[in-house]
């Protein structure tokens, strides 16, 4: 079997078990979608990226979860990124990363990371009744109009009136599917919830936010970078967030507290795209057998 060397990153974190993890397959691009998506289970992660070589940019990078390929992840980029960095193989302060979404630019800002994300698709907004039942709130609880947005990947961004809302939330599997339903959107389309509120969890912090997750995926999502991005441009578009440029915190009632400083790129009524910076901590090297098919 192949030997592939790897890095377990916590990004949106500068220690150990912050953020969120990801492991990192270098040359792993070239494996079967069957064997990515068994080492994703293999390691109880949300998400894991396998890097490859690119006619395009820089570097190749597949995002994997426990059940299917996706086309971009945010925490995963920065993750990618902190690994190879600390393996020395990025030259200089910039590099371009091909995703599954297009072209990444990153930035190297001192020990921070700084990921563009492409430029916000306002999706279909989902009546909030909806929305409140896939996670066990009642409308009351929502305080805009949840809305479908991607900025490399599609969330549903709710707004929450409080930390009170954020901490009692609880994902009904058969409400989300009503409510993709009710949206005209297929039944595996990523739709989950992004919940947000206008207060940090920290003093340091303006957005608090969570993300419940099916399965097979672990419950929870520690650090949502790709969200984070869409989240940021739903708020500056409606006039909920004033600031160009904002701390959003996540992942702190999991133990694994997050942070990243999200800018907007272009005007905020209509954002062209959402520079997402954060660090990443290595907390492991290895190497991994893997074969060319799962079982």
Excluded at 61 to 76: C, D, K, N, Q, T
Excluded at 169 to 197: C, I, N, Q, S, Y
Aim: charged share 20%.
């Amino acid at each position: 079997m192949p030997v592939f060397s790897f890095d377990w990153v916590d990004a949106f974190s500068d220690r150990a078990f912050g953020g969120n993890g990801c492991a990192v397959v270098h040359g792993g691009a070239v494996l079967d979608e069957t064997v990515a998506c068994a080492f994703v289970r293999e390691t109880s992660l949300v998400e894991c990226t396998f890097t490859g070589p690119s006619s395009v940019a820089d570097l190749r990078v597949r995002y994997f979860l426990a059940s299917r390929e996706i086309p971009f992840a945010g925490h995963p980029t920065i993750a990618t990124v902190a690994a190879l960095r600390a393996r020395d193989m990025i030259a200089g302060d910039r590099l371009v990363l091909e995703t599954g979404a297009g072209l990444v630019p990153i930035e190297l800002d001192g020990d921070r990371i700084v990921m563009t994300q492409v430029a916000p698709q306002f999706g279909v907004e989902i009546d909030r009744s909806h929305v409140a039942q896939a996670i066990r709130l009642s409308p009351e609880d929502i305080v805009a109009p949840p809305q479908m947005v991607s900025t490399g990947l599609p969330f549903c961004i709710t707004v929450l009136r409080d930390h009170a809302a954020l901490k009692a939330a609880k994902l009904d599997m058969a409400a989300l599917g009503r409510m993709k339903a009710a949206a005209g959107l297929d039944d595996d389309d990523m739709a989950e919830p992004f919940l947000v509120t206008l207060q940090g969890a920290t003093a340091e912090g303006d957005t608090f936010s969570r993300l419940l997750l099916p399965p097979p995926n672990p419950a929870e999502d520690p650090f949502t970078g790709s969200a984070t991005g869409a989240m940021a441009a739903y708020l500056w578009k409606r006039g909920l967030m004033t600031l160009d440029s904002f701390t959003a915190e996540q992942g702190h009632w999991m133990g694994r507290p997050g942070r990243a400083t999200v800018t907007c790129v272009g005007p905020m009524s209509a954002p062209t795209g959402v520079k997402v910076a954060g660090r990443g901590f290595v907390l492991m090297r290895g190497e991994v057998d893997l074969p060319e098919r799962a079982l």
